[in-house]
């Protein structure tokens, strides 16, 4: 009994080093902020007034969003608050990129462009209407509903490659749960929007268990699971997704593509229908700005297609 005793504490001792040591030596614990939500036409949004902090090994940083679900870094002005005259008022649509995943909303795309803007139009205003996870479709479907509530003179779209997979997919892609709203094209070229409402999926209502309460909040069952957890992304992954954004033509390659570029036409054509200007940014893959890395990649995962790198800007 006093063996059993003994080596109950010596394990307890054991797993409390272990958790100080990983706690300042190597941090793993990967909190999300509740601040989604489900959404029967968007499949999810911000939800209006949250907080929470976002905390990884590589950074904790605090998401605040305002009554309408726009991220704000507490001193923008109240939402649909008009420039003052001769000052330009933007939107920022987009995925995390635009949302600025990791970042403070001072950071972000819009908050770094505010600033510049603010250099001669002090009264500027950039609005980060990015959302994790959505894809072209449902920020066009943010924006329909959203447009009349902003003072916006210029509408900004982020477009990164993974919107190709979003733009095709009925379900959400990363962090959020079940279904999403999705495009299609009738045989007459048109969009048709299908999956609306769309269903609360019973992950929204799911309390955490005790392992994801434990990975959230202990950095030795955090590391335990990512031990356990199959994360690597299979090669035939890995293949179809660089076929698609910078591989030769196919009928579902250029489906996808299709897709993708009537929503955004369709974007564009809503916008300035509005009395509003548009453009699309597009955010590179790392493929395309670090040779480098690209080489290790196509090294790795063993690509060997001939691939064109600048075929999406070309495209878009």
Same mark, same amino acid.
């Given at each position: ?22 706690t ?6 990967h ?27 590589e950074?904790d ?53 505010? !600033? /510049?803007? %603010? ?7 950039? =609005?980060?209407?990015?959302? +994790?996870? &959505? #894809? ?90 990512? !031990? /356990?957890? %199959? ?7 890995? =293949?179809?997704?660089?076929? +698609?954004? &910078? #591989? ?27 009395g509003?200007?548009?453009a ?16 290790k ?20």
């Amino acid at each position: 009994v006093r063996a059993a005793g003994l080596a109950v504490v010596a394990t307890v001792l054991a797993v409390s080093l272990a958790e100080i040591l990983l706690t300042v030596l190597a941090p793993q614990i990967h909190r999300l902020p509740d601040v989604w939500e489900h959404d029967p036409q968007l499949g999810w949004r911000h939800r209006p007034s949250a907080t929470g902090r976002l905390k990884t090994p590589e950074f904790d940083v605090l998401y605040r969003f305002d009554v309408q679900g726009i991220r704000t870094d507490g001193d923008s002005p109240p939402p649909g608050t008009a420039p003052q005259h001769g000052s330009p008022g933007i939107g920022l649509y987009g995925d995390s990129f635009a949302e600025g995943r990791g970042v403070d909303q001072e950071q972000s795309v819009s908050g770094q462009l505010q !600033a /510049l803007l %603010k250099q001669d139009w002090p009264r500027a205003q950039v =609005d980060n209407m990015g959302v +994790a996870g &959505y #894809g072209t479709d449902q920020q066009l479907l943010l924006y329909k509903r959203s447009a009349q509530l902003q003072a916006h003179d210029i509408v900004l779209v982020l477009f990164y490659g993974n919107d190709l997979w979003n733009n095709a997919s009925r379900q959400g892609i990363g962090a959020q749960r079940g279904d999403k709203p999705f495009f299609r094209l009738d045989t007459d070229g048109r969009l048709r929007l299908h999956g609306v409402p769309v269903p609360r999926d019973p992950g929204w209502d799911r309390l955490p268990s005790f392992l994801d309460h434990s990975a959230r909040h202990y950095h030795i069952f955090s590391l335990l699971e990512k !031990a /356990l957890k %199959k994360t690597e992304i299979t090669v035939g992954r890995q =293949d179809a997704f660089y076929a +698609a954004l &910078y #591989g030769e033509r196919s009928s579902e390659i250029e489906a996808q593509w299709e897709l993708t570029c009537r929503l955004l036409a369709r974007f564009r054509d809503d916008v300035e229908a509005d009395g509003r200007a548009f453009a699309v940014i597009h955010v590179p893959s790392i493929a395309q700005v670090d040779s480098v890395h690209w080489a290790k990649k196509r090294t790795r995962f063993g690509l060997t297609r001939e691939y064109d790198l600048q075929k999406p800007n070309r495209i878009l």
